[in-house]
C-alpha cells in the first residue's frame, strides 16, 4: 500500500481515534476541574460534545473548499500540528472553559475527513471510489475500536494522560505526512476559494444545483440519523434489557467495530464488483431494516452479540454512497463534496443522539404507557425506510 494513503488513513483512524480516546477519562476529569457531581460532570460532558460535533458540521465545507484550492497536503498536515498543540493544551487545562476552547479548536482540526475523502477520490478510478472509501471507513472503524480501549488504559496513570498520548499520536502522523505525502491537487482541477460555497449553507447550495445531488444527500442525512441510534442509546438500551454491565457493553462495542471495519475494508470492495454501487447501497439498508427490526423487540442479550456483525454489514451504504456522489461531481469539486458531506454527517451527530435517547427516555420511564426500550430502533427503521424510498427516487434521475 501506498504510505501516502496510509498517512491518511492514519489520520483518520487517529481523528476518530481522538474522540474515543479521551471519553473513559472525561467524567473523571470534569469533576477534577469544576467539582460538582457527576450528573453535573455529565452536562457538561454533553456540552462538550455537542460543541465539537458543531464545529465540525461549520468546518467540514470549509477545509475541504479550501483543499480545493490550495491542495490537500496543507489543510492535513496544519490540522494536524494544531491538533497535537491543542492536546497538549487539554492536558495542562486547569478550568473548564479552557476545555471548551480545547474541544472548539479540535473540532475544527477534526473536520478534515473531508479533505482526506477528498484525496481519495483523486488517488481513486471512477469504479475504485466506493472500495477506497470503504478503507476510509475502516480507519475509522479501527480508531473507534481502538480510541475507548487505549484510553481506559491510560486513565488508569490518570485523567491527562490520554491527551498526552493523542498529541503524540498526532504529532508522529505529521512527520510521517510531512515525508511521505505527495499533492493530488494540479493547476487543472486547483479552484479559488469562495465563503460563498464554502460556509455550509452555500455548499449545500452549491451541490443541490447539480442533478441528482440534493436527493442522494437527503439519503445520506438520513441514513446517518438512523445508524446513529447506535451510538446515542446502545449503552443504556442494553443495560436496561439486558443488564449489560460496563465490560459487556465495551465488548458488544468492539465487536460492532472490528466487523464495521471488515465490512467496510475487505466485503465492501467485492459487493460493488458482484452488485453495483446502487445495489450495494439497497442491500445495505435491507440488512439495517433486518437489524433495527429484531433489536427494537429482542429480550435475548445473546442473541443481541450474534446480530452485531449482521447489524455491520449495513456499513456498505456509506461508502458505496459516498462513490456514485463523487463520480457525479467534476474533479475540482471533490473537496466540496466531501465537505458537505462531512458537514451532514456532523449535523446528524447532533440532532440523533437527542432524538434517541428522548425515545428511549420516554419508553423506558416508570409511567410509560407502552414499555419497549427498543423505540429508538423502530425510529431508526422508519427513517431508514426514508431515505431507503428517496434512494429508488433518486437512482432514476440522471446522476
Known amino acids: 500500500m501506498r504510505l501516502p494513503l496510509v498517512f491518511v488513513l492514519l489520520t483518520v483512524m487517529i481523528d476518530a481515534m481522538g474522540i474515543g480516546l479521551i471519553m473513559p477519562i472525561m467524567p473523571s476529569l470534569i469533576v477534577e476541574v469544576q467539582g460538582g457531581s457527576l450528573a453535573d460532570a455529565a452536562i457538561w460532558g454533553g456540552v462538550l460534545s455537542t460543541v465539537f460535533a458543531v464545529m465540525q ?89 481502538l480510541g475507548p480501549l487505549i484510553g481506559g488504559l491510560l486513565g488508569e496513570m490518570g485523567t491527562r494522560a490520554p491527551f498526552y498520548a493523542a498529541a503524540a499520536l498526532s504529532a508522529l502522523n505529521f512527520a510521517l505526512g510531512w515525508f511521505v505525502m505527495r499533492e493530488t491537487v494540479t493547476d487543472k482541477t ?50 436496561e434489557r439486558f443488564g449489560w454491565d460496563t465490560r459487556v457493553i465495551g465488548v458488544s462495542l468492539a465487536i460492532y467495530g472490528v466487523s464495521m471495519a471488515l465490512v467496510q475494508g475487505w466485503l465492501l470492495r467485492h459487493c460493488v464488483r458482484w452488485f453495483g454501487e446502487r445495489r450495494t447501497v439497497l442491500w445495505g439498508q435491507i440488512f439495517d431494516f433486518v437489524a433495527f427490526g429484531i433489536l427494537a423487540f429482542i429480550t435475548s442479550g445473546s442473541l443481541a452479540l450474534a446480530l452485531i456483525p449482521v447489524s455491520a454489514l449495513g456499513a456498505v451504504v456509506q461508502p458505496a454512497l459516498q462513490g456514485i456522489m463523487s463520480r457525479a461531481v467534476d474533479d475540482n469539486q471533490q473537496g466540496e463534496l466531501q465537505g458537505v458531506m462531512t458537514a451532514v454527517h456532523a449535523l446528524s451527530m447532533i440532532i440523533s443522539p437527542m432524538m ?44
Open 356 to 399: 434517541m435517547t428522548l425515545t428511549f427516555a420516554h419508553f423506558t420511564r416508570a409511567e410509560t404507557a407502552i414499555y419497549l426500550p427498543g423505540a429508538p430502533f423502530l425510529l431508526a427503521l422508519v427513517l431508514m425506510l426514508g431515505g431507503c424510498l428517496l434512494f429508488l427516487r433518486a437512482s432514476r434521475s440522471p446522476t
Open 190 to 239: 486547483r479552484r479559488a476559494f469562495d465563503w460563498r460555497r464554502a460556509n455550509p449553507f452555500g455548499a449545500f447550495r452549491a451541490m443541490a444545483r447539480i442533478p441528482g445531488i440534493a436527493n442522494l444527500l437527503w439519503v445520506y442525512f438520513l441514513y446517518s440519523v438512523a445508524i446513529y441510534v447506535y451510538p446515542s442509546i446502545w449503552s443504556y438500551f442494553t443495560a
Open 57 to 145: 458540521f461549520l468546518f467540514s465545507p470549509v477545509l475541504g473548499s479550501l483543499s480545493d484550492a490550495i491542495g490537500r497536503r496543507p489543510v492535513l498536515l496544519v490540522s494536524l500540528f494544531v491538533m497535537a498543540l491543542d492536546y497538549l493544551v487539554m492536558a495542562l487545562a486547569g478550568s473548564l472553559w479552557l476545555l471548551l476552547a480545547g474541544r472548539i479548536i479540535g473540532g475544527i482540526t477534526a473536520a478534515t475527513h473531508s479533505t482526506a475523502g477528498a484525496y481519495i477520490a483523486d488517488i481513486s478510478k471512477p469504479h475504485e471510489k466506493a472500495a477506497n472509501f470503504g478503507l476510509l471507513g475502516a480507519g475509522f472503524g479501527a480508531g473507534f475500536v
